[in-house]
């Protein structure tokens, strides 16, 4: 798969800051204020009305929602007399009493983690009256939605922690086997026990487990290897994709589906199709996966990153922010939605969704970016909106985090050129230089432009070097400055 983390920003930025600078120079004509206006036309009555509706039934839908978790609390707040417990229940119930009387249509995800959070509590409780041996104030209902299951990336079928990977099975702290099912952000696994599916903190995983007899596991690998040879097939095209034997990988998963057309399957065939560039194809058997289960984001993810690498920004968008709706903590999500939002000209949507990964990133997993990344790419949207007293420090957050990447430090060299720092510019875009030797023409023209404008020698054989790479504005430049 690509690894995106080094595709910071628009090729055509140079344009952008040409742009820019118009602007700044001479403002917006009262005839161009008109022509902008023209652009938004008067909806219509009815156009507002589905529009009101669509967000009434959004209300009205997590209104039910949070009516159905307060039941939950008072049936859970019946099978214990922990006064500790009872009091975590009282604050999740006082805080979701206290949501309805906001927009229930925008809290969706709100309500959505406080049901995560008491799963997590009760795993606790569990833990605690286990090792006190009162098994009789034992939680028994835990309230697990199947619609909620999610992957923090799609580059690979199964993403491993060194300790536990996917379709192991465990023993937790309250003494209950689980399966794994896959990893969610590094701190909660998915897991299925008794046949219901749900979240667990990895630190009530105690020990691993051999299969225990008379208990049964309803995932969709239990439907499609019903027997030790559907096992071997599946595991053996997972051995493959991680040895990237593409291939190999899909011809064992065609086996499987012509036995069940499991929507999981047609999920790992597309990442072996992905994985051979085959987007199409792996786009029409992601297809399939989403037909079957719309509301697993991990299908979203995958669609969304496949769109990206056929250049089909819009689409790619639109399925990256489905995903995020089912499940809003996948940074690397977020990371390629901000890229794709700045090649559309979107620098405050790609700083909205910088700030994404700042508020949720985790370091116990890996991502497909890096933080200094990430504050490089907030600093130079706002460098491109003429915020350089807010992109400064980010830029320099950035350089402290790392100071191996060149485009990290061609970002501050820009930035010090827009505010007339020009010796600042030079050693920055110096820097730059003796870290990226090739494709390096953008460092060489503001370093060439910065030794003009302090009149000092090498500007123009730097822009000319810039311009040996194929950058035309070198050569324009050349013959505004240096042909006298």
């Given at each position: 798969?690509?690894?995106?983390?080094?595709?910071?920003?628009?090729?055509?930025?140079?344009?952008?800051?040409?742009?820019?600078?118009?602007?700044?120079?001479?403002?917006?004509?009262?005839?161009?204020?008109?022509?902008?206006?023209?652009?938004?036309?008067?909806?219509?009555?009815?156009?507002?009305?589905?529009?009101?509706?669509?967000?009434?039934?959004?209300?009205?839908?997590?209104?039910?929602?949070?009516?159905?978790?307060?039941?939950?609390?008072?049936?859970?707040?019946?099978?214990?007399?922990?006064?500790?417990?009872?009091?975590?229940?009282d604050n999740y119930q006082k805080k979701l009493i206290a949501l309805k009387g906001g927009d229930l249509s925008v809290l969706g995800d709100e309500i959505k983690k406080i049901e995560w959070e008491i799963n997590d509590e009760i795993l606790k409780h569990n833990s605690k009256?286990?090792?006190?041996?009162?098994?009789?104030?034992?939680?028994?209902?835990?309230?697990?939605?199947?619609?909620?299951?999610?992957?923090?990336?799609?580059?690979?079928?199964?993403?491993?922690?060194?300790?536990?990977?996917?379709?192991?099975?465990?023993?937790?702290?309250?003494?209950?086997?689980?399966?794994?099912?896959?990893?969610?952000?590094?701190?909660?696994?998915?897991?299925?026990?008794?046949?219901?599916?749900?979240?667990?903190?990895?630190?009530?995983?105690?020990?691993?487990?051999?299969?225990?007899?008379?208990?049964?596991?309803?995932?969709?690998?239990s439907q499609t290897q019903n027997n030790d040879e559907d096992q071997l097939i599946y595991q053996s095209a997972i051995d493959a994709y991680k040895l990237g034997d593409f291939p190999t990988a899909r011809k064992n998963i065609d086996k499987l589906l012509t036995k069940n057309n499991d929507p999981e399957l047609h999920y790992f065939r597309g990442l072996t199709l992905w994985g051979d560039k085959k987007y199409n194809e792996a786009i029409a058997d992601i297809d399939q996966s989403i037909s079957s289960n719309p509301n697993d984001p991990r299908y979203y993810f995958a669609r969304g990153n496949l769109l990206y690498q056929m250049n089909d920004l819009v689409k790619s968008l639109i399925d990256l922010t489905k995903g995020l709706k089912l499940y809003p903590y996948?940074?690397?999500?977020?990371?390629?939605?901000?890229?794709?939002?700045?090649?559309?000209?979107?620098?405050?949507?790609?700083?909205?969704?910088?700030?994404?990964?700042?508020?949720?990133?985790?370091?116990?997993?890996?991502?497909?970016?890096?933080?200094?990344?990430?504050?490089?790419?907030?600093?130079?949207?706002?460098?491109?909106?003429?915020?350089?007293?807010?992109?400064?420090?980010?830029?320099?957050?950035?350089?402290?985090?790392?100071?191996?990447?060149?485009?990290?430090?061609?970002?501050?060299?820009?930035?010090?050129?827009r505010v007339g720092k020009f010796q600042e510019c030079i050693n920055d875009m110096s820097k730059a230089i003796s870290i990226e030797k090739n494709n390096n023409s953008l460092f060489y023209y503001y370093s060439g432009l910065s030794k003009i404008k302090l009149k000092i020698s090498g500007g123009c054989e730097d822009l000319s070097k810039a311009g040996e790479q194929g950058m035309v504005e070198a050569y324009d430049t050349i013959k505004k400055y240096c042909n006298k």
């Open positions: 798969m690509k690894n995106i983390e080094n595709e910071i920003r628009p090729v055509n930025r140079l344009y952008l800051v040409l742009i820019m600078m118009i602007v700044w120079g001479f403002g917006l004509s009262f005839v161009q204020a008109q022509e902008i206006q023209s652009m938004y036309n008067q909806h219509s009555m009815d156009d507002l009305k589905q529009a009101v509706m669509h967000r009434q039934a959004i209300f009205d839908n997590n209104r039910n929602k949070i009516n159905d978790l307060v039941d939950w609390i008072y049936k859970l707040k019946s099978q214990t007399n922990d006064t500790e417990f009872l009091n975590i229940l009256q286990s090792t006190s041996s009162n098994s009789s104030s034992t939680i028994t209902e835990n309230k697990f939605n199947t619609g909620d299951h999610v992957m923090t990336s799609t580059d690979s079928p199964v993403r491993d922690n060194p300790n536990v990977n996917a379709n192991e099975l465990f023993r937790t702290s309250s003494n209950q086997i689980v399966k794994i099912l896959y990893n969610v952000n590094g701190v909660f696994y998915a897991i299925e026990i008794d046949g219901k599916q749900g979240f667990i903190s990895r630190n009530f995983l105690l020990e691993k487990v051999n299969q225990p007899e008379n208990q049964n596991f309803n995932n969709h690998d996948n940074t690397d999500a977020y990371f390629l939605k901000g890229l794709i939002k700045s090649k559309l000209g979107d620098n405050h949507g790609a700083i909205s969704d910088y700030d994404s990964i700042l508020k949720f990133h985790s370091d116990t997993i890996r991502h497909n970016y890096d933080l200094a990344t990430v504050y490089n790419n907030k600093a130079y949207c706002l460098i491109t909106l003429g915020d350089y007293k807010s992109s400064l420090p980010l830029v320099n957050k950035a350089l402290n985090l790392d100071q191996s990447h060149a485009y990290i430090w061609e970002t501050r060299g820009e930035l010090n050129f």
